[in-house]
Every structure is written in structure tokens, then in C-alpha cells.
């Protein structure tokens, strides 16, 4: 039975998208009084731009039930089963919708809580379209998918938190106190939500190599499959650093750099770089 894959926006996979047919749900930014679609008619530079001019940061949002319902339509065509992975249901309400668009297409349409977003998102995507490739159904990815979702490491450290304090998500006093010792909180996905880790402090290029280190430690035992290095709009220097890192220390089959999109940019700001992968437990 022929499978469509699709995801969310926010899978942030760029170009690997058409590379690996995998159909997107634009998810919705809005700048002001003028709504945008991730991916299709807005970038990372508007959103630096408008934050820059208005102190205030983008509203996002989830398409609805009903845009869930065209979407499947759409992409079902030619296909027997479809497979969406969305972004984690404690980031997003896009999985509720989804969900609930899903009933109505008889079983044929699977949606996945990635429990994860970016490219942790994304390293479900791609798996899934692996799965696509060999053969598997619908279902056989759906099950391995929610096996492999609990062993992603989906994790960031910001330049600054400038977006962060905007947001709500750190304090007044943590930025400031953040700013005075360049310290760079590790932000990093547990059961699907973004929780505070390690403290890293000194120049980005420095300690990302750390922060490397400390995720070889932490999953000595990996899947080499693939490895993702994503940033939002970092310095081609500190992402280089990453990727030299990475390719010292681990053995992935292949290292992907991927640039987060305006969803997830409008949340952590300019010169955020996480390196993501599947563990083993």
C-alpha cells in the first residue's frame, strides 16, 4: 500500500523536504495584523526585523480542525494510508487538530505526537520516510515511530535570551544575570516539554564544543543513522565548530545542517544551535 508522509512545519528540514517527498502543514505566524505561513511566505530575517521594531514577539499558531481536513484530503491522493508527525501536543494544539481531522478518514490517516520539535521532530519524519522506502505500512511506522519518539535527544543552547525573556519563559532576573556572566542555559525536550538543563557559560564557540562533549557522555549509545546540527541563523563559525565537533567525537553516517524556521525562531531568537539525534536506551 503506497504511504504519504507529512508533518508539520516545524519538522524544519528545509530541503530534504522535497528531497524525500514529505508533504507540510504550514503552521501560522503573525506579525502585527498580518498573518504569514511558516515556510511559504515569511522567514527567520522577518522575524528579527519585526521584533527589532516592535519589542514584541510573533503570535504562532496551529492550523485548524478544518484546514487538518483539507490538508489530509489533499495529500491522500494517490495514496492508501498517510502518516503525519506534528510537533509536540505540550508545545503546540496542532496534534488535537489533527487528531481530530484524522477520524474522519476511516483509519487511513495516522497522527504521531513527535513529543519533540525542530528537528527532533524531524528525525521522526525522515525515519518514517526510511520506514516508507522499505515497504513498511502505515501502521508498522505509526508503531515504530512511538517506540523511537522516547529516545530523541531534542536539545538547544541559546546565544542570548532576549526571545526567551519575551516569551515568558525566563525571568527579568535570569536574563539579566544571564547577560552579566554569559551564561547559556541548555534547553532540551523531556516527555515533550522544554525544560531548563546545564548552565554553560564563556563565548558560544567554546562551549558548544562542550556542550558536544556532554552529549557523548550522556548517549554513548546512539543510532548513527543521522545527526542533525540546527541553528537559528547561527554564525557560520560557531556552526562549523558544531559540525567539526560532532564529526570528532561521534560517528553518524551523515550529519545534516538544517535553519530553524520562523515558528521556532520567533520562540528562541537569533544564533540558537542544538545538535539532535536517536539514542539508545
Known amino acids: 500500500m503506497a504511504v504519504r508522509i507529512t508533518s508539520d512545519s516545524t519538522c524544519d528540514l528545509n530541503a530534504i523536504v522535497e528531497e524525500r517527498n514529505i508533504g507540510i502543514m504550514s503552521m501560522v505566524v503573525n506579525l502585527g495584523d498580518k498573518t504569514y505561513h511558516d515556510g511559504v511566505d515569511i ?8 521584533v527589532a521594531k516592535t519589542n514584541v514577539l510573533p503570535k504562532t499558531a496551529a492550523p485548524s480542525i478544518g484546514e487538518y481536513e483539507e490538508f489530509f484530503k489533499k495529500e491522500l491522493e494517490g495514496y492508501d494510508e498517510l502518516v503525519h508527525i506534528n510537533i509536540s501536543s505540550k508545545s503546540s494544539g ?3 487538530f489533527a487528531k481530530e481531522a484524522a477520524s474522519g478518514f476511516g483509519g487511513k490517516v495516522h497522527v504521531i505526537d513527535s513529543k519533540a520539535l525542530s528537528s527532533g521532530q524531524g528525525l521522526l519524519v525522515m525515519r518514517a520516510c526510511d520506514l516508507r522506502d522499505a515497504g513498511k505500512s502505515a501502521e508498522e511506522i505509526e508503531e515504530d515511530l512511538l517506540e523511537v519518539r522516547e529516545r530523541i535527544n531534542t536539545s538547544f543552547v541559546p546565544d542570548n535570551l532576549e526571545y526567551l525573556y ?3 519563559r525566563v525571568s527579568g532576573m535570569v536574563k539579566t544575570v544571564a547577560s552579566m556572566f ?4 541548555l ?7 522544554l525544560v531548563p538543563g546545564k548552565n554553560y557559560r564563556g563565548k558560544m564557540s567554546v562551549l558548544i564544543k562542550q556542550y ?8 554513548p549509545n546512539y543510532d ?3 545527526c542533525f546540527i540546527t541553528h537559528s541563523t ?9 559540525k567539526e565537533k560532532v564529526k570528532e567525537i561521534f560517528d553518524f553516517d551523515e550529519v545534516i545542517e538544517t535553519v530553524a524556521g520562523s515558528i521556532i525562531t520567533s520562540h528562541c531568537g537569533k544564533g540558537t544551535l542544538g545538535v539532535l539525534f536517536v539514542y539508545n536506551k
Not at 534547553?187 to 516539554?193: F, H, L, P, R
Open 182 to 185: 554569559k551564561i547559556h542555559p
Open 94 to 96: 496542532s496534534y488535537n
Open 187 to 193: 534547553i532540551e525536550m523531556d516527555d515533550g516539554q
Open 212 to 219: 558536544v562533549e556532554d552529549l557523548k557522555a550522556k548517549y
Open 234 to 242: 547561527a554564525e557560520p563559525e560557531l556552526v562549523e565548530a558544531a
Open 224 to 226: 548513527k543513522t543521522r
Open 43 to 50: 522567514t527567520p530575517t522577518d522575524i528579527f526585523e519585526f
Open 166 to 168: 519575551k516569551g515568558g
